[in-house]
């Protein structure tokens, strides 16, 4: 464990000094999610300005979810984004060779190895836009149940990890430019809109098949409605599920993966 958070380190050290060398692409990335976050801010106060609730929550509530929703998408995108963006090009080209030889875990090598030092910039303005959005809700707010919040909140972060991988490692048969990313990416649309709004089987499937609900909105839910044990055992439950599932896919993969050398 200690040799992975010293490697780790190195990382981070790697990352900013390289970010300090492309100043302009460093603070352009940093407005760019600036402006996503206005827009996403935008839509839900227009669509508020039409009616006092939707899927079941008022304004204040919308915010934290959607700080939430910044928050998560600000850690995927400072932690694993930049990552799974080459793996597919590391497979077709065989550079994958380079990984697979080291002395450390290929899948901690290759998901956390970049660190993008300009989201992590945005990821403090998620946490300060989270903050004052739990800070605007009315009444206060428990301490347990704010424990569980952020508990399932880092178990979606996780699960969010999990089912991108699971959509970009059949890149290994495919040999296609992403895998099946440009698909993920489509349907995590999903995970931006508050479960409530969703009924009959589109619901059920992003509860269970595709449990994209279960990244923000199911978390958000805990917050308002006080913590469940069945829903702090269901998302922790498919959370692990879906991770052990990916790293089986994974190891699959690599048994199929043609190296430079083969």
């Known amino acids: ?34 402006l996503w976050y206005a827009h996403h801010l935008a839509f839900f106060w227009i669509v508020y300005t039409h009616t006092p609730l939707l899927g079941g929550w008022s304004f204040d509530q919308m915010l934290v979810f959607a700080g939430a929703v910044f928050f998560a998408d600000a850690i995927q995108m400072t932690l694993f984004s930049n990552n799974m963006w080459m793996l597919p090009l590391l ?6 060779d380079y990984y697979l030889v080291r002395p450390v875990s290929p899948l901690f090598f290759l998901s956390l190895r970049d660190f ?5 910039v945005n990821l403090l303005m998620a946490i300060g836009l989270l903050t004052w959005a739990l800070l605007r809700l009315p009444g206060p707010l428990a301490p347990l149940t704010l424990a569980c919040f952020l508990l399932l909140l880092a178990a979606g972060i996780v699960l969010h ?30 995970t931006g809109r508050p479960d409530g709004i969703f009924t009959g089987w589109v619901r059920r499937m992003l509860v269970s098949i595709l449990p994209l609900s279960l990244i923000i909105s199911f978390p958000t839910r805990v917050l308002f409605d006080g913590p469940s044990l069945a829903v702090l055992g269901h998302v922790l439950g498919v959370t692990a599920l879906a991770f052990l599932v990916m790293v089986a896919v994974w190891k699959r993969g690599l048994r199929a993966y043609a190296s430079a050398s083969s």
């Open 91 to 96: 497979v077709n080209k065989g550079d994958l």
């Open 161 to 190: 990890y999990a089912l991108q991988m699971i959509f970009i490692i059949p890149v290994f048969w495919l040999h296609t430019s992403g895998g099946l990313r440009e698909l993920f990416w489509s349907l995590d649309r999903f």
């Open 116 to 120: 993008a030092a300009n989201s992590f």
């Open 1 to 34: 464990m200690t040799r992975y958070a010293r490697l780790y380190a190195h990382f981070l050290r790697f990352s900013f000094s390289r970010a300090m060398e492309f100043r302009f692409d460093f603070f352009f990335r940093i407005g760019m999610d600036g």
